[in-house]
């Protein structure tokens, strides 16, 4: 798999903003973390923790009100590209596949592409057969969002701070516990301030990102938070042009950019993807992977990413929903 040129550019990002934060944390300096983060009268929380500290406090704190607002009207424009382009998981993600045998890169990514041409040629020839019964992609609604385990770790994130009275998921969480990481080890080789910490707060972030399988998208009750505002931004979404497509202007079985969506989200065929657009991070590996160009990330978009309303399989072809317009305009 050819390498993916706004990868690169992300990773870049990321590093940078960690490598200064935590230079900052190490130097004593008063930015903070991603996890809240600021200079001097300026400063920004997580829009979790300021849901949890609100929760916590059980009253309306001015600055996690102004913090939480901020956020979420972020994401509502941008979507999840905290995750694709600042977050420090993602930087760790890149280096467990660096690590891995190019076997088992091989065998991950057959698996995937396997997965998502299925599904592919599922719908192609549902499509050329004339098919409209609402078994197809082609004839589902494409979904606004779906409700999965992440809701769940976020619902239980919020109840567990009610009860204990302090935000219990910000012990846990893996963006606070990656500077945590390196600031205990920094204390115990720079200073010998050697302490359980060294070992706990690693191991615990080892864990979460390790050993818990795709925390980002089954764990991570941020990214379900992202995913709730998320269904309702139509900015910077993905969206297909059906005239360049392969599979809507030539038939052809492609899924290019089902194969390296980071988000899991099957961009050609939203109904059979294991997430939908409200998990899009804005990361453009499938603007970057896409043979013929066919994906933007228009400003505004006006339209689902995945749907066939005015584009057939092949030249001139044309799609069972066409077909049914027409149908009941000419009775």
């Given at each position: 798999?050819?390498?993916?040129?706004?990868?690169?550019?992300?990773?870049?990002?990321?590093?940078?903003?960690?490598?200064?934060?935590?230079?900052?944390?190490?130097?004593?300096?008063?930015?903070?973390?991603?996890?809240?983060?600021?200079?001097?009268?300026?400063?920004?929380?997580?829009?979790?923790?300021?849901?949890?500290?609100?929760?916590?406090?059980?009253?309306?704190i001015p600055r996690a009100v102004v913090s939480l607002v901020i956020m979420l009207a972020l994401i509502f424009v941008f979507g999840r590209v905290f995750c694709s382009w600042v977050c420090p998981t993602m930087l760790i993600e890149r280096v467990k596949g660096f690590f891995r045998s190019p076997k088992r890169?091989?065998?991950?990514?057959?698996?995937?592409?396997?997965?998502?041409?299925?599904?592919?040629?599922?719908?192609?020839?549902?499509?050329?057969?004339?098919?409209?019964?609402?078994?197809?992609?082609?004839?589902?609604?494409?979904?606004?969002?779906?409700?999965?385990?992440?809701?769940?770790?976020?619902?239980?994130?919020?109840?567990?701070?009610?009860?204990?009275?302090?935000?219990?998921?910000?012990?846990?969480?893996?963006?606070?516990?990656?500077?945590?990481?390196?600031?205990?080890?920094?204390?115990?080789?720079?200073?010998?301030?050697?302490?359980?910490?060294?070992?706990?707060?690693?191991?615990?972030?080892?864990?979460?990102?390790?050993?818990?399988?795709?925390?980002?998208?089954?764990?991570?009750?941020?990214?379900?938070?992202?995913?709730?505002?998320?269904?309702?931004?139509?900015?910077?979404?993905?969206?297909?042009?059906?005239?360049?497509?392969?599979?809507?202007?030539?038939?052809?079985?492609?899924?290019?950019?089902?194969?390296?969506?980071?988000?899991?989200?099957?961009?050609?065929?939203?109904?059979?993807?294991?997430?939908?657009?409200?998990?899009?991070?804005?990361?453009?590996?499938?603007?970057d992977a896409c043979p013929t160009g066919a994906i933007s990330f228009p400003v505004l978009s006006r339209g689902a990413a995945g749907s066939r309303t005015t584009a057939g399989v092949g030249a001139g072809a044309e799609t069972p929903a066409l077909v049914l317009d027409e149908e009941a305009l000419a009775e």
């Open positions: 798999m050819r390498t993916l040129k706004t990868q690169r550019i992300r990773t870049i990002i990321a590093a940078v903003v960690f490598v200064f934060l935590a230079a900052g944390l190490i130097a004593g300096l008063s930015v903070g973390t991603l996890s809240g983060f600021g200079w001097d009268t300026f400063s920004l929380l997580c829009p979790l923790g300021a849901l949890a500290s609100m929760i916590a406090a059980k009253t309306m890169r091989k065998e991950l990514a057959e698996a995937k592409s396997t997965e998502v041409k299925a599904v592919s040629e599922q719908e192609l020839a549902a499509l050329k057969g004339g098919h409209a019964c609402g078994a197809c992609g082609a004839c589902k609604p494409a979904p606004r969002g779906k409700v999965d385990s992440r809701h769940a770790v976020l619902g239980g994130a919020l109840l567990s701070t009610a009860v204990f009275g302090f935000p219990v998921f910000c012990l846990v969480c893996p963006v606070g516990l990656s500077f945590a990481t390196v600031l205990v080890l920094w204390q115990g080789f720079a200073h010998g301030d050697a302490t359980w910490g060294m070992i706990i707060i690693p191991a615990m972030l080892v864990i979460e990102l390790f050993f818990l399988r795709k925390w980002c998208s089954h764990f991570c009750p941020l990214s379900a938070l992202m995913n709730l505002v998320g269904r309702f931004s139509r900015t910077f979404v993905p969206v297909i042009d059906d005239a360049k497509c392969l599979e809507t202007a030539k038939g052809a079985s492609c899924s290019r950019c089902a194969e390296v969506c980071e988000a899991d989200i099957n961009l050609r065929h939203l109904a059979f993807g294991e997430r939908t657009l409200a998990d899009c991070t804005r990361c453009r590996n499938c603007a």
